[in-house]
C-alpha cells in the first residue's frame, strides 16, 4: 500500500497516473495547499520542502516504510517497483531519465512561472508574462519537434510521458494553442485516450483550483507561511494577506487540522 499525499495539479497528476499505469495500490491522503496543509508538521516530515507530491510506500525497501518527495524521484521510484514505463536497457533508461529531468528542470519551472505571472501575479506584469510565456513556446517547439520524430518523449510510452503530460493538459492557462503544435497534439491526445490517464487525473478532480486564488490561498501559497512554514506567521503577517481570516495563525490551522481529513489530522 502507498500513501499518495497530493492535491489536484500538474505535478500531483503525474503520481496516481503512475499508479494507475503501474496497477499499484494506493491511498490519497489529500494535502490543500490552498489551505495550507502543507505545512503541517506531519506532512513535512514526508517532504520538507512543503509541496506535493509526495508519497510513503508501507512496503518499501526491506519491507519497512519509505517516504520519498519530488515527482521524478517518485516516478523513477514507481517504476523501478513496478517494473513498467522504465526501460532496463542503459541507453534506453537515460534517455528516459532525460527527458524526465527535461520535464522537472524545464517544463514545470517554466510553464509554472507563465501560469504564475498569467494567473495568480496580482498585478500584470508584461516583461515576467513575456520572457516565461516565451520559455513555453520555446520548450512546445523542442517537444514539437522531438515528436515529429518519435511517438513518445523517449521513444516508447515511458515516465517522461507520465511526467510532461498534465502540464500540457492546463496550457489554457498558458494560451498554448495546440493546433500550432500538431505533434504535441497528436502525442497529447493518445496519451489522454488511456484509461489510467484518465482515471489518475480524475482524482479528486472536483477540487482542482488551477489559477485566481482567493486570499487565503494566496497567503499560503506565496506569504510569509512560505518563509517559515507557517511557524512565525501568528507573528508577522505577509503583506496583503487575508485581514479578516487569520489563515496563518497556529490556531487557525489547528481549526482547519480539526475539520479537514488529511496528513496527520
Ligand atoms: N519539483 C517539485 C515541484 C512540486 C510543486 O511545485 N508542487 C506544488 C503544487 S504543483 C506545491 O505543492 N505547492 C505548494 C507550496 O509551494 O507550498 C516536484 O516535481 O515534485
Not at 528516459?96 to 501560469?115: E, H, K, Y
Not at 487569520?246 to 488529511?262: D, I, L, V, Y
Request: proline share 8%; aromatic share 10%.
Amino acid at each position: 500500500m502507498i500513501d499518495l499525499y497530493y492535491w489536484p495539479t500538474p505535478n500531483g497528476h503525474k503520481i496516481p497516473i503512475m499508479l494507475e499505469e503501474a496497477g499499484l495500490e494506493y491511498r490519497v491522503r489529500p494535502v490543500n495547499m490552498l489551505r495550507g496543509e502543507q505545512f503541517r508538521p506531519a506532512f513535512l516530515k514526508v517532504n520538507p520542502n512543503n509541496k506535493i507530491p509526495a508519497i510513503v510506500d508501507r512496503d518499501g525497501p526491506g519491507g519497512r516504510p519509505f517516504a520519498l518527495f519530488e515527482s521524478g524521484a517518485i516516478l523513477q521510484y514507481l517504476a523501478e517497483k513496478s517494473g513498467k514505463l522504465m526501460p532496463r536497457e542503459l541507453a534506453a533508461r537515460y534517455t528516459v531519465i532525460q527527458w524526465l529531468t527535461f520535464q522537472v528542470a524545464n517544463v514545470g519551472p517554466m510553464f509554472g512561472q507563465c501560469g504564475h505571472f498569467l494567473g495568480y501575479a496580482p498585478r500584470k506584469i508584461p516583461y515576467a508574462i513575456e520572457r516565461y510565456r516565451n520559455e513555453t513556446l520555446r520548450l512546445y517547439g523542442v517537444m514539437d519537434r522531438r515528436l515529429a520524430k518519435v511517438d513518445y518523449l523517449a521513444g516508447d510510452y515511458s515516465i517522461a510521458d507520465v511526467a510532461t503530460w498534465p502540464w500540457v493538459h492546463v496550457r489554457w492557462l498558458h494560451r498554448i494553442d495546440l493546433d500550432a503544435f500538431p505533434n504535441v497534439k497528436r502525442w497529447y491526445q493518445a496519451i489522454g485516450a488511456r484509461p489510467a490517464v484518465q482515471r489518475g487525473v480524475a482524482l479528486l478532480e472536483e477540487r482542482m483550483k488551477i489559477g485566481n486564488p482567493d486570499a487565503e490561498a494566496r497567503e499560503a501559497l506565496f506569504g510569509r507561511q512560505q518563509l517559515d512554514q507557517g511557524r512565525r506567521a501568528a507573528r508577522r503577517p505577509a503583506r496583503g494577506a487575508a485581514r479578516s481570516r487569520p489563515a496563518g495563525t497556529r490556531a487557525a490551522q489547528a481549526a482547519r487540522a480539526r475539520r479537514t481529513r488529511g496528513p496527520g489530522a
